[in-house]
């Protein structure tokens, strides 16, 4: 459908390329799926070996909070997200309480809205790769560094971060691609200059116009390009400890100081991670929710009348 309306051509797919508008939104793409991507690696990695080496207060419900991000689409979460950071959200509600004004802050951070959101809802992938990865490695390795005076940071750096390489390469790749592609979260923070918005904004011309096809050619093009690329820098690296018959080293008490602030770590992520849940939840039962910290009043009325409306139950069966 790209390449032969009516006869073959590459004008359309030319046309993408050249696109200043389409280019815009190429390099925006890119930007979020790497911004997110680097905002996932910063959280799960840190998250999973702390949850692999030390045994904190809370541990087990918090490893499992850290998981609910995965269970609700990032694009709901936006709605939430916009109850609370939104110009007449909570958060400038309390600042104001505070003699403190933002102005419209949010019309002008809308982009690093959508690289937050993304983050929050596919950080929890490479939490699980990295922490399962965690679990197969041999503890000789680490020891053996130790002996010859390699410890903390460094140790983490040159011997496990190494041996973790397949694992974060396998994680990083399924959040950049789902990243790059993410669509419900741009369209509801109103970020139009992407690609998959691009492309479902000119969808409607499909029948008359083939310039949507090449849109999809480019979108596709790009991620297995990316994925190519990743794959030629990350070399023939392999995982050695995964084996059968390995020692893995149990996880440790940490002194009180020490495992409160694991703890705390832990929370803090996992609360920002289901806060555009927590928010969601508030609009939902909210009767007025403008310009104040917490909604004025509350009502199920919200929830009747979704359950009256002739579509909601056969949506749901569906």
Same mark, same amino acid.
Request: aromatic share 12%.
């Given at each position: 459908?790209?390449?032969?309306p009516?006869?073959?051509?590459?004008?359309?797919?030319?046309?993408?390329?050249?696109?200043?508008?389409?280019?815009?939104?190429?390099?925006?793409?890119?930007?979020?799926?790497?911004?997110?991507?680097? /905002?996932?690696? /910063?959280?799960?990695?840190?998250?999973?070996?702390?949850?692999?080496?030390?045994? @904190?207060?809370?541990?087990?419900v918090?490893?499992?909070?850290?998981?609910?991000?995965?269970?609700?689409?990032?694009?709901?979460?936006?709605?939430?997200?916009?109850?609370?950071f939104?110009?007449?959200?909570?958060?400038?509600?309390?600042?104001?309480?505070l003699?403190?004004?933002? %102005?419209?802050?949010? %019309?002008?951070?809308?982009?690093?809205?959508?690289?937050?959101?993304? $983050?929050?809802?596919l950080?929890?992938?490479l939490?699980?790769?990295? $922490?399962?990865?965690?679990?197969?490695?041999d503890?000789?390795?680490?020891?053996?560094?130790? =002996?010859? %005076?390699?410890?903390?940071?460094?140790?983490? &750096?040159?011997?496990?971060?190494p041996?973790?390489?397949?694992? !974060? @390469?396998?994680?990083?790749?399924?959040?950049?691609?789902?990243?790059?592609?993410?669509?419900? !979260?741009?369209?509801?923070?109103? !970020?139009?200059?992407?690609?998959?918005?691009?492309?479902?904004?000119?969808?409607?011309?499909?029948?008359?116009?083939?310039?949507?096809?090449?849109?999809?050619?480019?979108?596709?093009?790009?991620?297995?390009?990316?994925?190519?690329?990743?794959?030629?820098?990350?070399?023939?690296?392999?995982?050695?400890?995964? =084996?059968? %018959?390995?020692?893995?080293? $149990?996880?440790?008490?940490?002194?009180?100081?020490?495992?409160?602030?694991?703890?705390f @770590?832990?929370?803090?992520?996992?609360?920002?991670?289901?806060?555009?849940?927590?928010?969601?939840?508030?609009?939902?039962?909210?009767?007025?929710?403008?310009?104040?910290?917490?909604p004025?009043? &509350?009502? @199920?009325?919200?929830?009747?009348?979704?359950?009256?409306?002739?579509?909601?139950?056969?949506?749901?069966?569906n």
């Amino acid at each position: 459908a790209a390449f032969a309306p009516p006869h073959p051509t590459f004008a359309f797919l030319q046309e993408a390329f050249i696109n200043p508008e389409i280019q815009q939104g190429l390099l925006n793409s890119l930007l979020i799926a790497s911004a997110s991507t680097f /905002l996932c690696i /910063l959280l799960a990695v840190p998250l999973a070996s702390i949850s692999d080496r030390w045994n @904190f207060p809370g541990k087990n419900v918090l490893t499992t909070l850290v998981l609910v991000p995965l269970i609700i689409p990032p694009f709901v979460g936006a709605i939430g997200m916009k109850a609370i950071f939104g110009r007449q959200g909570a958060l400038h509600a309390g600042l104001q309480s505070l003699g403190v004004s933002l %102005g419209d802050w949010w %019309g002008n951070t809308r982009l690093p809205g959508v690289i937050l959101l993304i $983050s929050l809802h596919l950080f929890p992938i490479l939490f699980l790769n990295v $922490s399962t990865a965690l679990t197969k490695l041999d503890s000789s390795a680490g020891e053996a560094a130790e =002996n010859l %005076g390699c410890r903390g940071v460094r140790k983490f &750096w040159r011997i496990t971060l190494p041996l973790l390489f397949p694992s !974060v @390469f396998a994680g990083t790749v399924l959040v950049f691609l789902g990243a790059f592609t993410e669509l419900g !979260v741009p369209l509801l923070l109103g !970020v139009t200059r992407i690609l998959p918005v691009q492309i479902l904004s000119s969808l409607s011309e499909a029948a008359s116009n083939p310039f949507p096809f090449a849109l999809v050619i480019l979108l596709l093009t790009s991620s297995m390009l990316l994925y190519g690329i990743a794959r030629l820098f990350s070399g023939r690296a392999r995982m050695f400890g995964g =084996n059968k %018959g390995v020692r893995h080293a $149990s996880s440790q008490e940490p002194c009180f100081l020490l495992g409160l602030l694991c703890s705390f @770590f832990f929370a803090s992520v996992t609360f920002l991670a289901i806060l555009p849940s927590l928010g969601l939840i508030l609009v939902s039962f909210s009767q007025d929710w403008y310009a104040t910290i917490l909604p004025t009043g &509350w009502t @199920f009325h919200h929830f009747q009348s979704a359950f009256r409306h002739y579509l909601a139950l056969s949506s749901i069966q569906n």
